[in-house]
């Protein structure tokens, strides 16, 4: 049997440390910058990668991620690849810095601290309210039958 022939696409850490992702009970590097990899793994690297509190609840769809999809030649860019940095202000609160200059409050985090440097490492970041289940979204009860579950 042939062996199929995996496509490569180039993919940019938007930060200056390695970040992760999971891909096929595998784990993969980024390293900061451009990085080849297979088409079916972008989308996983980008949404395993959100910069947390930048995610819409209504449509999760919408997030800012670290990895950014970078265009073929030729193509639009639709990816932001500008570099995003994590800054710890006076009072003990991580933001976001973006290229623009413009920052957020870090909600939950899934970056490695373990390459940032001793005094970002053990911050405690507050959980961000985001709906969890879908009757906090609708604002209705929805019984287990009514969700999908199995069963009465």
Same mark, same amino acid.
């Given at each position: 049997m042939a062996q199929r022939r995996q496509e490569s696409v180039i993919v940019v850490n938007r930060t200056s440390v390695p970040i992760a992702y999971m891909f096929d009970g595998a784990q993969y590097m980024? +390293?900061?910058?451009?990085?080849a990899i297979p088409i079916e793994h972008v989308e996983f690297a980008k949404t395993q990668n959100i910069v947390m509190g930048t995610e819409n609840p209504l449509n999760p769809s919408q997030y800012v991620s670290l990895v950014g999809l970078k265009a073929k030649p030729g193509q639009k860019q639709r990816d932001d690849l500008s570099q995003i940095e994590f800054i710890?202000? +006076?009072?003990?609160?991580?933001?976001?810095?973006f290229e623009d200059g413009s920052t957020i409050p870090l909600g939950i985090e899934r970056i490695d601290r373990k390459y940032y440097g001793a005094d970002l490492q053990n911050v405690v970041i507050e959980r961000n309210r985001i709906p969890l289940r879908r009757y906090e979204i609708e604002r209705t009860r929805l019984n287990d039958a009514g969700s999908g579950a199995i069963g009465g």
């Open positions: 980024l +390293d900061p910058g451009e990085n710890k202000k +006076d009072s003990g609160a991580v933001e976001v810095l």
